[in-house]
């Protein structure tokens, strides 16, 4: 370092949504991801009303009016997070274009990391899996919901048949260069 001041500008804790439709190990990445950093990790089902979990317990998919208030509740989180400069994966489905853009309008350093897969892989760990609310039943209404991230998104998309250290690592060189090419900006 010659002692010239930096040029670049610092790079702060993202916000991180890892998204992906039910079963795609949402909470799992994310919380390996948050636990590496030392960033909190918020389970987005957990803000889930009574209701909605109701409805999806039932094999009923939501619609956008039972997402909204959901929605709301995430994005209070984020806000948290952001006004603190903390760093925050949240695990969320996100699967429409809308839903990202209400979570992203918080924040501008909301990042979203969609795990994706194909039915078969989805279906198994979704069958594998024990005390969810989410029956298998509602897989179908999961993929006919997502809208995949667009390439104007703050967005990184990842296979989820990876080895899920793979993953993770290869989702955090990912972020950090996408953090770091708008950084550059």
Known sequence: MNGAASTIAPITAPIV?????????????????????????????DLHPPGNVERMSQGQPLTDDDRHDWLAAIGERIAEADHAGAGLVVACSALKRSYRDQLSAVSPRVMFLHLSGDRALIEARMAARAGHFMPLSLIDSQFATLEPPQPDERAVTLPIDMEPGALLDEAEDRLDRLQLQESAR
């Open 17 to 45: 949504v890892v998204m992906g439709v039910c079963g795609s190990g949402k909470s799992s990445i994310g919380r390996a991801l948050a636990g590496r950093h030392g960033w909190s990790f918020l389970e987005g089902d």
